[in-house]
């Protein structure tokens, strides 16, 4: 596959859509392919958005491990509070300052940095950048502000956005791998940026603003006059949250007077920059109904915006090796073990044993017939031994049937398990037939170190260069 810059899903759709029925006489989904897509110098930013629990930082580790080792020079940007990545990329924490990520192969001459959001620290270091020193003092120390950085609605996802500007004006990277904000809702991470800056750029702020650009008593009197309306709701405040709070609001906003318009500026320019054809989005999900849906929204807000989807990423997904044993004929021939196994058991217990006929009363054994005493001891010995013997058999027999049962059934619900898998990754195909596809097969444990983002990019790869599913026999499973 040609390196290209990714497109919109709606500008592939036909040519996916022609290759994919004149090859196989049925649509399927585009596979994704993800090494021309890392590989391509033109894209230079991948942004990993998803809903919260399917595998966005494990997803964008990866992609950031398999550039740096095809020669790209990668920094990955998490806001994961988990320190996951940290974790995994073998580094004991992660901070706002990119750090180099030891034991990643340089030898194509590409090197990999991680970093995590400090939302507060990104903050602060807009305002020290924007502000004189006397100014930015005011502002860092005013209690309205260390509010709103440290956890105003929003500021997560705006200043991620902020921090991805910072990294691309400093064209330090090649390649900068974004891992989006743990959300409720993935459009949090478009709408966020905006509403902040609309909020810190909006009328309530510039209303609070007077008294700082008309000054001294007559700009309290404009203020008093102008906020009458306001009175009931800023009193309620006022009792809700102490009395200094408008002191402190009005006191923080004369003291960022000068940056406002910068917030949606950046928020604006942040905003096209995700959709400059150099920036690829892959939405990241897990094979359930929830967060598929959340992932077919996103593909949808995506294209409304005009913005870059390279793919979806499919986690998690299931395999079998003996995927043409069903489950119907899993469960039958389980059930034929556990109720009908014991007939084929063999002989009871008592069978094949010879048991010494007693002499008919009155008869007299023949001459040198009689068993002497140790003799018959011999033969009840032997009989008890065979007696055992049987017994322990038959059991083991029964608990090699049980065994069969329970694993049987344990195939059934596997069965089961990538039956409903595939019901769920068909209707997102239908739903969206122009996005390209890679299914990422679910590892027995969790991803902890380099190693293991290998293989997760091994397989993000593999599947977008063979056939080869999780869901077919000669795939190796998964668990």
């Excluded at 002497?372 to 008890?384: P, R, W």
């Excluded at 444990?445 to 977008?464: K, M, T």
């Amino acid at each position: 596959m040609t390196p290209a810059t990714p497109a919109t899903p709606h500008k592939e759709h036909g040519e996916h859509k022609e290759h994919k029925e004149a090859a196989s006489g049925a649509l399927q989904e585009p596979r994704l392919d993800v090494d021309p897509l890392v590989d391509d110098p033109r894209t230079r930013i991948v942004v990993c958005c998803g809903s919260g629990g399917v595998g966005k930082t494990t997803t964008a580790a990866a992609l950031g491990v398999r550039a740096a080792e095809r020669g790209r020079k990668v920094v990955v940007l998490t806001i994961d509070p988990a320190r996951r990545l940290a974790q995994s990329m073998g580094l004991s924490e992660l901070d706002n300052t990119p750090r180099k990520v030891p034991g990643v192969d340089e030898s194509a001459g590409g090197e990999l940095h991680a970093m995590m959001l400090d939302m507060k620290r990104t903050f602060d270091e807009i305002v020290e950048a924007h502000a004189d020193q006397d100014r930015a003092r005011a502002i860092l120390g005013n209690p309205f502000y260390q509010s709103l950085s440290a956890g105003f609605a929003g500021t997560q996802e705006y200043m991620a956005m902020e921090k991805l500007g910072q990294l691309r004006a400093q064209d330090t990277w090649d390649l900068i791998v974004v891992d989006t904000p743990p959300s409720r809702s993935a459009l949090d991470f478009l709408d966020a940026p905006k509403r902040l800056g609309s909020f810190l750029d909006g009328r309530f702020i510039k209303l609070l603003m007077a008294p700082a650009k008309v000054g001294g008593k007559a700009g309290m009197k404009f203020v008093n006059l102008g906020m009458a309306g306001l009175s009931m709701f800023t009193g309620a405040l006022n009792k809700l949250l102490g009395a200094g709070l408008l002191s402190d609001v009005q006191t923080f906003v004369a003291a960022m007077d000068t940056m406002f318009g910068g917030f949606r500026t950046r928020a604006d320019a942040t905003y096209r920059l995700l959709q400059a054809p150099g920036t690829a989005f892959l939405v990241v999900a897990a094979p359930e109904r929830d967060a598929l849906r959340e992932a077919a929204y996103f593909v949808e807000r995506l294209a409304a915006d005009d913005m870059p989807l390279a793919g979806l990423v499919l986690n998690r997904m299931h395999g079998s090796e003996a995927s043409r044993l069903s489950a119907e004929r899993a469960l039958a021939a389980a059930e034929n073990l556990e109720e009908g196994g014991i007939v084929d058991l063999g002989h009871g217990n008592g069978e094949g044993h010879s048991v010494p006929s007693a002499a008919p009363e009155g008869d007299s054994p023949r001459p040198g017939a009689r068993q002497t005493d140790d003799a018959v001891d011999d033969e009840e010995t032997h009989a008890d031994e065979g007696t055992h013997a049987s017994a322990v058999s038959a059991h083991a027999h029964a608990s090699a049937q049980q065994l069969a049962a329970g694993l049987l059934r344990l195939h059934a619900e596997r069965m089961r398990l990538l039956a409903r898998e595939r019901r769920t990754r068909d209707r997102f195909a239908a739903l969206h037939p122009e996005v390209p596809v890679v299914e990422v097969g679910a590892l027995p444990g969790d991803v902890h170190d380099l190693a293991g983002l290998r293989a997760i990019g091994d397989r993000l790869a593999r599947q977008s260069r063979s056939e080869d599913r999780p869901d077919r026999p000669d795939h190796p499973a998964t668990a």
